[in-house]
């Protein structure tokens, strides 16, 4: 981390012009209220702490300021926010976090120039909408399918296995990554289907899986219904291993505790801590603010380092490049240094040469079901 730290102002100090430049804006539009915000307050500490760090560094470079604006999780939100840092000239962004922010905010910021990295955004066609500006760090949904699929057609072969969904465009996204997977390893689902988000009568559909005498069970879709799911298999009596996303990865899962125990998932792999601040106290971090804090802190290192390699193409110039510039820099080679490791995007705007991992939930000694420290080995 101090390498790539280093790295980044040294090529400020060789772009920096003479004279003083005004404090460069990063804008933040994250979920720092409503059912989200502890992810939103990882991404602002991460954020927040990046910034300050890059300032410490000093060598008569400009400052670099950020902006946070609250969405609550709300798409319309997140669009006007996009409007707002649009027209108080805001060029470089950090999120928005979920993946229908996302949709809903980067036409506006496309058409202002401006250039968001976004930390959360797993939805698959985000990025084939031919987005100049957009940059993802997560594994899409299509990913974390083919890595499902993979493991299922590996641990299950010969076996009957059936694909689920919540019927949300996140749930049928993962699972239709899922099922091709599968037919591609030549051992396709026994049984594909759907219900609402909210369903808590399953009893056709255990019927449905009981007939297809299935032994796993992928189910694309969040925690409350993976949760609802599960009760209803055990109390079924069916004895199906469940495979999921990390849309599962919430207390509403958790709170099974045993029932829940075996349950494989896939998740980003686990993320590195903030280095120790320079100056006051280490805070202290929720599990969901901790596992997206380094995105944030490694968003704000792209977008600085970016932001200095379009510069060196016009070094007597000091003031911001052109959006354009700046995400042709974080697609060209080499990959730039963060707190993640290198990290290179694709012609897209999808991270090259990102990996998923594969976790089990186990019960801890005092009774809770928790994920952390039990891996399964991936594809």
């Known amino acids: 981390m101090k390498q790539s730290l280093a790295l980044i102002v040294a090529g400020l100090l060789v772009a920096a012009p003479a004279v003083a430049q005004a404090p460069v804006r990063i804008g933040l539009s994250a979920p720092l209220s409503g059912p989200d ?16 760090d890059l300032n410490r560094a000093g060598g008569g470079r400009p400052k670099f300021v950020l902006v946070p604006a609250d969405r609550a999780g709300d798409a319309r939100q997140a669009a006007a926010t996009a409007r707002k840092f649009a027209a108080d000239g805001v060029r470089l962004v950090v999120g928005p976090f979920e993946s229908v922010a996302v949709a809903a905010a980067t036409p506006v910021y496309e058409e202002a120039g401006a250039v968001l990295v976004t930390p959360g955004a797993t939805y698959t066609p985000l990025t084939s909408r031919s987005f100049w500006n957009l940059f993802r760090l997560a594994p899409s949904d299509a990913q ?16 009957r296995v059936a694909i689920l969904n919540d019927r949300s465009t996140y749930g049928r996204g993962l699972a239709e ?35 297809a005498r299935v032994e796993a069970v992928y189910f694309g879709g969040l925690a409350p219904e993976a949760a609802a799911l599960v009760r209803a298999l055990r109390e079924a009596n069916v004895g199906a291993a469940l495979i999921a996303s990390d849309g599962i990865l919430d207390p509403a899962f958790a709170a099974l505790g045993t029932l829940g125990e075996g349950t494989v998932m896939t998740l980003p792999p686990d993320p590195p801590r903030l280095p120790d601040p320079k100056a006051g106290k280490v805070a202290a971090r929720a599990p969901d603010a901790e596992s997206v804090a380094a995105s944030g802190y490694a968003a704000v290192e792209l977008l600085a380092q970016a932001l200095e390699r379009a ?7 000091g003031r911001i490049p052109e959006g354009r510039k700046i995400a042709e820099a974080l697609r060209s080679a080499p ?44 594809p």
């Open 37 to 52: 915000a502890g992810f939103g307050q990882g991404l602002r500490q991460g954020a927040e702490q990046a910034v300050a």
């Open 144 to 159: 974390q399918g083919r890595a499902a699929g993979v493991y299922l057609a590996k641990a299950f072969a010969g076996r």
């Open 177 to 211: 990554a899922v099922a091709a997977q599968l037919k591609e390893a030549g051992a396709p689902e026994v049984l594909f289907d759907g219900f609402p988000r909210g369903t808590r009568d399953f009893g056709d559909l255990i019927g449905r899986l009981k007939a």
């Open 311 to 317: 510069r060196a193409m016009d070094p007597k110039s």
């Open 335 to 378: 990959p730039l240094r963060t707190i993640l490791g290198p990290v290179g995007f694709d012609a897209r705007g999808d991270r090259s040469g990102g990996t998923v991992a594969l976790r089990v939930w186990r019960r801890t000694p005092d009774g809770r079901l928790d994920y952390a420290g039990n891996e399964v080995p991936g």
